[in-house]
């Protein structure tokens, strides 16, 4: 939203109403609305202002967290031999599915409360190819100097009783904004390919029966999961052999026969550049 947008959303005579989109609740919401008082409208208003900033604070946060997952997936795909992370995603709740969350967990609705007590408004699921990456990746991130560890769950070597695994971390990293500096708890989750597999599946079955899922489908997912695990040990297993194995040379593989020709042309062209002023050539 633009500066001048954002002004003219501030309270003033013809101040428009919260909006919840074209639906049913609408009209009414902006009837409500035309009720209120001078002061109550806004206290509405500075309300949602806070909330915007709180979220937007996590945002802040979760892109920061972001940026230091894929700058390890990037040296990793450029400076050595193997990428441990398949896969990165994220998500960040909305006001709604904040607030709906604090009222399940008989939170106040205050942002200190809910900044307290909730860790996963932003959240990041890194996805790679064998047990041992998890561990590697977790203690990478860890280790940052700007990231203070606030809560470690490993699901992996004490699985829940459903048979999910996965390595939780709640991490806090500080935001710089134009007048002060928060610091924001982002949840990441670490997990194998299978693992993550399995944790799609079950989420759609719970969602498909409501949470109320026939006691078959749950011992067969239990079923899954070892299933998943033992994959996961076998598959790794073949890795570790397939590693110990000698380096096939440029003409025996199909694999690039030379690293830079994984490196971006740009990047080469700048690093020849400097070569050549050093070298004189």
């Known amino acids: 939203m633009s500066a001048d947008a954002h ?3 501030r309270l003033s005579p013809g101040f428009p109403p919260p909006t919840v989109g074209s639906g049913p609740l609408a009209e009414p919401v902006a009837q409500s609305f035309a009720r209120l008082s001078p002061d109550q409208r ?4 500075a309300a949602r202002d806070e909330l915007t900033r709180f979220v937007m604070a996590y945002q802040f946060g979760l892109e920061e967290m972001l940026t230091k997952v894929n700058i390890l997936k990037d040296e990793f795909s ?4 193997y990428n441990p992370i398949e896969h990165v995603s994220s998500r960040l709740k909305s006001p709604e599915g904040i607030l709906a969350k604090a009222v399940r967990k008989g939170c106040p609705l205050r942002v200190d409360a809910i900044r307290e007590q909730i860790f996963d408004i932003a959240g990041i699921r890194i996805t790679c190819s064998f047990i041992a990456d998890t561990y590697t990746i977790r203690d990478m991130l860890m280790s940052q100097e700007d990231v203070t560890v606030v809560e470690v769950k490993d699901y992996i070597a004490h699985p829940k009783e459903n048979g999910y695994k996965s390595l939780h971390l709640i991490v806090q990293v ?3 904004l134009s007048d002060r500096v928060e610091h924001v708890k ?3 989750q670490i997990r194998t390919i299978a693992m993550d597999f399995w944790a799609s599946l079950e989420h759609k079955i719970y969602y498909k029966y409501d949470g109320d899922v026939p006691q078959t489908l749950l011992d067969e997912l239990r079923d899954a999961a070892t299933v998943a695990n033992r994959l996961d040990v076998k598959m790794e297993r073949l890795h570790q052999e397939v590693s110990r194995l000698p380096h096939a040379s440029a003409a025996e593989t199909s694999e690039p026969s030379s690293a830079l020709e994984a490196v971006p042309a740009e990047l080469l062209q700048t690093l020849f550049q400097q070569i050549g002023r050093e070298t004189g050539t």
């Not at 806004?42 to 208003?45: F, H, Q, T, Y």
């Not at 450029?78 to 031999?81: I, Q, S, T």
């Open 7 to 9: 002004e003219a959303d």
């Open 42 to 45: 806004g206290a509405l208003v």
């Open 78 to 81: 450029y400076v050595h031999d």
């Open 174 to 176: 500080p935001v710089f």
């Open 186 to 188: 982002v949840e990441i």
